[in-house]
C-alpha cells in the first residue's frame, strides 16, 4: 500500500484488525494518515483518518467536531476509537469521486455543475461560520472537498484539522501557514485569518472548477519572462524560496489569478464573483457566505450549462434541454443547434465571441 513512513503502530494495526478490508493508503491526508476499506459486516466503503494525542491523551478536536456539527455538506463521522496512548483514528465514509481535484482531473465538468458544487461548499462553510460555531477552516482547497458520484455530484467541506474558533469580541485568529497557493493577503501582510478569508479560498476553487489556469502540480509555470530567466539562473538551493517569494508577491498584489485563462464563454458576472471573492483587501470581499451564495443564485437564473469535449464547446438550455455546439465547417465557425443531441442544424455563425454571446441570447424564455 505504499504506507512505509507510516508509524510501524498504525501499519501493524491496519494489517491485523478484523473489521474492516484496509486496501488502499493516501498520502493527501495533511493532518494524520488516510487510509480506505470496506466494512466486512456492512459491506460500505469507508475512510479511516488516525491522528496523533498529546501527552495528556488529548487531540480528539477533529473528530469532535465532526460529530457535533451535523450538515448535508459536511463529513459525516461514523465513528471513533483510541489506538494506544498516543495514537487514535476516526471512521467516515469514502466518497466515490475522491477530492475535488481528482474530478475535475477526470470528469468534464458543465459551468452550473462547477457553480453548484461552490454553492455547496458555502453551504457546509456558513454552518461554521454561524453565531453558534463562529469557526473557521483556514485551509480550503481542492483536496479538501470530497465529492460523491452515486447521485450526481454531492460536496463535502471535509479535513478539518486547521479550524480554529473565533473567540468573542475578535474577528480573526491566526493563519494557517499550509498550503502557498490559498494563502490569503492578510495571512501574508498580517498572520490574521477571518471569514472573508475562507471565502478568498472559495473564490479560487470556483475559479478553478470554472477552468481557470492554476498549475498546482507544476508552480514553475507561475514564473514568465524576466522573471523566469532569473530563476533559471538561480543555483538550485535557491530556487524554491524564490519562487515561494514570487508567488506570495503575486498574491498580496491581487495577481494570482488570471481571469482571461477562464473559458471563453464565462460571462462577466461570473469573473465578477470571483474578482469580489478574491479582493486583497478583505473588507471589499463577500461579508458572508450567504452573500456569496446569493451572487453565484442570481447569476445562475436563466444560465445556460457550459463545457468542452474534445475541443469543442457546447451549451444546454436547462429548461428545454436543447443543445448547442460550436463546430468549425471549412472556413466557417458556425453554432448548430439540436433537441435531442443526434439531429444538428446550423443555427449561426460568426466569430466564437460572437457565437457564444448569441447562444446566451438565444431563445431566452427557453433558458
Same mark, same amino acid.
Given at each position: ?17 478484523? /473489521? ?9 491526508? @495533511? ?5 480506505? !476499506? ?13 491522528? &496523533? ?9 477533529? @473528530? ?6 451535523? +450538515? ?6 461514523? /465513528? @471513533? ?7 487514535? =483514528? #476516526? ?6 469521486? !475522491? ?18 458544487? *461552490? ?7 456558513? $454552518?461554521?461560520?454561524? /453565531?453558534?460555531?463562529?469557526?473557521? +477552516?483556514? %485551509? ?13 455530484? &454531492? ?22 501557514? +499550509? ?13 490574521? +485569518? ?59 498584489? !491581487? ?30 470581499? =463577500? ?10 443564485? %442570481? ?15 457546447? @451549451?444546454? *438550455? ?5 443543445? =448547442? ?10 453554432? $448548430? #443547434? ?15 465571441? &460572437? ?10 424564455? #427557453?433558458?
Amino acid at each position: 500500500m505504499n504506507d512505509f513512513a507510516v508509524n510501524p503502530i498504525i501499519k501493524k494495526f491496519v494489517r491485523e484488525q478484523k /473489521d474492516i478490508s484496509i486496501d488502499r493508503y493516501s498520502d493527501k491526508g @495533511a493532518y494524520g494518515e488516510l487510509y480506505f !476499506g470496506t466494512r466486512n459486516v456492512f459491506g460500505d466503503r469507508v475512510a479511516l483518518k488516525f491522528y &496523533e494525542l498529546d501527552a495528556s491523551g488529548n487531540g480528539h478536536e477533529e @473528530a469532535q467536531l465532526l460529530k457535533n456539527i451535523s +450538515h448535508e455538506n459536511i463529513l459525516p463521522i461514523i /465513528d @471513533a476509537r483510541i489506538l494506544d496512548s498516543d495514537i487514535a =483514528y #476516526y471512521l467516515t465514509p469514502e466518497m466515490s469521486g !475522491g477530492d475535488l481535484q481528482n474530478v475535475i482531473d477526470k470528469f468534464i465538468i458543465p459551468s452550473d455543475i462547477g457553480v453548484t458544487i *461552490c454553492q455547496n461548499i458555502l453551504k457546509g462553510l456558513n $454552518e461554521l461560520h454561524k /453565531d453558534s460555531n463562529r469557526m473557521v +477552516h483556514r %485551509d480550503l482547497k481542492m483536496y479538501n472537498i470530497l465529492v460523491d458520484l452515486k447521485n450526481g455530484v &454531492e460536496t463535502y467541506l471535509a479535513d478539518f484539522g486547521t479550524i480554529k474558533k473565533i473567540q468573542p469580541n475578535n474577528s480573526s485568529v491566526t493563519a494557517s501557514k +499550509h498550503t502557498i497557493l490559498y494563502r490569503t493577503p492578510e495571512a501574508l501582510s498580517s498572520n490574521q +485569518h477571518m471569514v472573508q478569508s475562507d471565502i478568498y479560498q472559495i473564490g479560487i476553487i470556483l475559479y478553478q472548477v470554472l477552468g481557470g489556469f492554476f498549475p498546482m502540480k507544476n508552480p514553475e509555470a507561475w514564473l514568465s519572462g524576466r522573471i523566469m530567466k532569473k530563476y533559471d539562473s538561480l543555483e538550485s538551493w535557491q530556487k524554491q524560496g524564490f519562487l515561494i517569494n514570487h508567488i506570495n508577491d503575486l498574491i498580496q498584489k !491581487g495577481k494570482l489569478l488570471d481571469l482571461n485563462t477562464l473559458p471563453s464563454y464565462i460571462d462577466n458576472r461570473l469573473k465578477t464573483i470571483i474578482r469580489t471573492a478574491t479582493r486583497v483587501d478583505y473588507n471589499q470581499r =463577500y461579508e458572508s457566505c450567504v452573500d456569496m451564495l446569493k451572487a453565484l443564485f %442570481d447569476q445562475q437564473k436563466g444560465a445556460k450549462s457550459w463545457w468542452i469535449d474534445n475541443g469543442i464547446i457546447n @451549451a444546454k *438550455c436547462p429548461k428545454s434541454n436543447g443543445r =448547442y455546439r460550436i463546430v468549425q465547417k471549412k472556413t466557417d465557425l458556425i453554432a $448548430e #443547434y439540436s433537441l435531442n443531441g443526434t439531429s444538428w442544424r446550423k443555427k449561426f455563425d460568426g466569430t466564437e465571441k &460572437e457565437i457564444i454571446k448569441k447562444i446566451t441570447e438565444h431563445n431566452k424564455k #427557453y433558458k
